[in-house]
C-alpha cells in the first residue's frame, strides 16, 4: 500500500499525491494545489507545528521518552540537572560534563541584589507567585544585556545556565516574599533540589538539612516535568522565540501560559476538587456530577494521552515514598477512590480519561508543607529546561516566525457612520 495520500479539487478535478512521512503530510504540498485554502485548526488538535528531536510521545501507548530515553529509567536512576543537560544537549554527560554543567549552574543561582531588592520586594505583600516569578523571570531580560546575541553559541549558553540556575532562586523568593519571611541566599554546597527546600524553608538555623527522601522525590518530580514536547508552554516558548526575542521574555511567556488551571493549574485544582469533596462517602455524587457535565474531574484526562499517563505511574509511588516521611495526606484516600469508580465508569473509559500527572502531584506537594499558590511554580522550575530545550532546537532549525493564519467569519465590509449618526 502507497504510504501518501491523494488530495483532489473536485473544482477542477486536479489532484496531488502527497507523501506520509513519519507520520505526517507536508502542508506545503497542500499549498500547491489549494492556495489560500487553510486547514481549520483551533487550539492545533490535528496540527505538528514542527518537527522535533527532543521528546517522544505515544498517548494511545502510554510512552514518554526524552531524547530516546524511556521516563521510567530516567526518573529512576537519573538526577533533574542530567535530564536538563539531555533535553538541550541531546546526549547524556560524560563525567566531566556533568560536573562542569553541575558547577556552572550551582554557581549561577544568585540574583542580582536588585532583581531581589528592587523587584521581588515590590510586589504587594499578597502576589501570586507564579505571577512574581513571570514577571521576575522577565526583568532578567533587561539585566543582561548579552540575551540579545542569541546567535552566538556562548552567550546563549550563559543564558540557558543563568536561567535553569536562577529558577529556584526566584520561586522560593516569592514565596517567602508572600508570607513576609526573609529571602534565603542559595547554598552551593546543597544539590539542585536541596538548595530549593533550603531556599524554601530555612529559618534560623546556621545550614538547613532537607530530608533525602523529600530531595530525591522532589528531583524525581522535576525530571517528570522536565518536558512534554508541545504542550501550551512550550508552543508559548516556540511562539515568542520565533520572533528571536531573548530568552528571558520568550521563557517569561511560556511561564504565563503555564499559569492557567488547564495547564500548570490543574494539580492546584485537584486538591481544591479533593477538598470539595472532604470524604469518600461523597466521591459518588462528584462523579454523578462530572458526568452530567456539571464540573470536570481535575487531573483526569489529557489532549495526548488516551491512556494512563506514564508519570502518573510513576508519581504513585513516590508519593508513598513521600508519605512515609510526612505522613500521610488525608486527601489520598478520596484520590484513590475516585479514580478507582472513575476507572470502572463507562463514562470515563469511553472518553480514554485516565489520571494524569497532576492527579497526584498536588498531593506530595501539599504533603512536603508547599502551599497551593506554589504549585504552578513547582512545575515552572523543571519545565524551564524543556522550554529552554525547544528553543535551542528552533533557532538551530533556523525556523520561520510563527504566524497561522484564520478563517475570517466577521461582518463584511460596511461603510463607518459618524457618531451623530448612529
Ligand atoms: N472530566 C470530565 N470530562 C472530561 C474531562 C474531565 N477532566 N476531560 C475531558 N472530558 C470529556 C469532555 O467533556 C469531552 O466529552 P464529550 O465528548 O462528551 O463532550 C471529552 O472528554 C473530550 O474532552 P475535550 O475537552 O475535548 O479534551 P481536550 O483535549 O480539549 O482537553 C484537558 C484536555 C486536559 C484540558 C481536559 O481533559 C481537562 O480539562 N482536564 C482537567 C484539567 C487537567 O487535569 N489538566 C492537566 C493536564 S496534564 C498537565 C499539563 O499538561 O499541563
Not at 502551599?371 to 520561520?400: K, N, Q
Request: with cysteine; net charge negative; charged share 25%.
Amino acid at each position: 500500500m502507497a504510504e501518501s495520500i491523494t488530495i483532489i479539487d473536485n473544482r477542477s478535478g486536479e489532484q496531488i499525491e502527497v507523501p506520509i512521512i513519519n507520520g505526517g503530510i507536508d502542508a506545503d504540498e497542500w499549498g500547491k494545489l489549494l492556495p489560500n485554502i487553510w486547514f481549520y485548526d483551533p487550539a492545533f488538535g490535528h496540527t505538528a507545528s514542527c518537527a522535533s528531536a527532543i521528546t517522544e510521545l505515544d498517548g494511545e501507548k502510554g510512552i514518554l521518552r526524552y531524547r530516546g530515553y524511556p521516563i521510567e529509567q530516567l526518573a529512576e536512576q537519573s538526577t533533574y540537572l542530567e535530564v536538563a543537560y539531555l533535553l538541550i544537549n541531546g546526549e547524556l554527560p560524560t563525567p566531566e560534563a556533568y560536573d562542569t554543567w553541575v558547577h556552572d549552574i550551582t554557581y549561577h543561582t544568585f540574583l542580582h541584589e536588585n532583581v531581589r531588592k528592587k523587584f521581588m520586594d515590590g510586589f504587594h505583600h499578597d502576589a501570586h507567585p507564579m505571577g512574581v516569578l513571570v514577571s521576575t523571570i522577565a526583568a532578567l531580560s533587561t539585566f543582561y544585556n548579552d540575551a540579545k546575541n542569541i546567535n552566538e553559541p556562548e552567550d546563549r549558553y550563559k543564558q540557558i545556565v543563568r536561567l535553569i540556575a536562577k529558577m529556584p532562586t526566584m520561586a522560593a523568593g516569592a514565596h517567602r516574599h508572600s508570607v513576609g519571611m526573609p529571602f534565603v541566599y542559595p547554598d552551593n554546597n546543597l544539590d539542585f533540589a536541596s538548595n530549593f527546600l533550603s531556599m524554601m524553608w530555612k529559618v534560623a538555623e546556621p545550614k538547613y538539612e532537607p530530608d533525602p527522601v523529600l530531595s530525591r522525590a522532589l528531583d524525581v518530580l522535576f525530571i517528570l516535568h522536565a518536558d512534554h514536547e508541545q504542550n501550551c508552554s512550550t508552543t508559548a516558548m516556540r511562539v515568542v522565540g520565533s520572533s528571536l526575542a531573548d530568552p528571558y521574555v520568550s521563557t517569561a511567556a511560556a511561564a504565563a501560559a503555564l499559569y492557567g488551571p488547564r495547564h500548570g493549574g490543574a494539580n492546584e485544582a485537584v486538591v481544591r476538587m479533593l477538598t470539595e469533596i472532604g470524604s469518600i462517602d461523597n466521591v459518588g455524587e462528584y462523579l454523578r456530577r462530572v458526568k452530567a457535565g456539571e464540573t470536570r474531574l481535575q487531573g483526569f484526562g489529557h489532549r495526548v494521552y488516551k491512556n494512563y499517563d506514564p508519570r502518573a505511574k510513576i508519581i504513585k509511588r513516590t508519593a508513598d515514598e513521600v508519605f512515609e516521611v510526612t505522613g500521610k495526606n488525608p486527601l489520598l484516600d478520596i484520590a484513590l477512590k475516585l479514580e478507582e469508580v472513575a476507572l470502572a465508569d463507562e463514562y470515563f473509559l469511553s472518553r480514554k480519561l485516565y489520571p494524569n500527572v497532576d492527579f497526584y502531584s498536588g498531593l506530595i506537594y501539599q504533603a512536603m508543607n508547599f502551599p497551593i499558590d506554589m504549585f504552578p511554580v513547582l512545575f515552572a522550575i523543571p519545565r524551564t529546561s524543556g522550554w529552554l530545550a525547544h528553543w535551542v532546537e528552533l533557532l538551530a532549525r533556523d525556523s520561520r516566525i510563527a504566524r497561522p493564519r484564520q478563517l475570517y467569519d466577521g461582518v463584511p465590509q460596511r461603510d463607518y457612520l459618524p457618531l451623530g449618526q448612529r
